[in-house]
């Protein structure tokens, strides 16, 4: 049984936002969480997937006080349940691959607009004015945004048509670019 908490974590976070037969979005997720594991200096350096529900962390794993009808539960079978399988086993699926990526979140349309246009051009500077939480991992000056290209579009968000389901967050030295793109 893959940890029910990355299961559940991966419903709340992500169920039916990805367009039907997106089989990237969950994976590239559930790995920027695998991700977080270890990090001692923005997650608070936990280090077992049972620490996912403990109160000290639930504000980094939002996704387990989303998930409600339809949440895995032991025995359920799931999409969650599969690919949280497959991130916990550590079996190396380039679908979820996303560099070092630890945060993630969902542009709207307008957001895409500045984002992609930072990412064609290669500047330094942060895409200014989002209007989506673009999560709060790092200070602007060493955030990173990528762009998994294999991530569909958003399906379920109105206001984020033509977006897509899912951008990563990671550090980066302020040389660097604000934005870049990824298989």
Not at 76 to 100: H, K, L, M, R
Request: negative net charge; aromatic residues 10%.
């Amino acid at each position: 049984m893959p940890p029910l908490a990355l299961a559940q974590e991966l419903y709340g976070e992500a169920h039916g936002q990805a367009a039907a037969g997106d089989s990237v979005s969950e994976l590239a997720v559930g790995a920027a969480i695998r991700n977080r594991f270890g990090d001692s200096v923005y997650f608070n350096g936990f280090n077992y997937w049972q620490s996912m529900k403990s109160t000290r962390f639930r504000h980094e794993f939002n996704g387990l006080d989303i998930c409600g009808a339809g949440c895995p539960t032991p025995g359920n079978d799931t999409t969650e349940a599969t690919n949280a399988a497959v991130i916990f086993a550590g079996i190396s699926v380039p679908a979820a691959e996303v560099d070092n990526s630890k945060c993630f979140f969902s542009p709207k349309s307008s957001d895409w607009q500045k984002i992609s246009q930072a990412l064609q051009s290669g500047t330094t500077t942060f895409p200014q004015g989002l209007s989506t939480n673009a999560a709060s991992c790092w200070s602007v000056a060493n955030r990173q945004i990528v762009y998994k290209e294999s991530v569909g579009n958003n399906a379920t968000c109105t206001s984020c048509a033509g977006a897509p389901a899912f951008l990563f967050l990671q550090w980066r030295l302020s040389s660097e670019p604000a934005v870049v793109g990824i298989p």
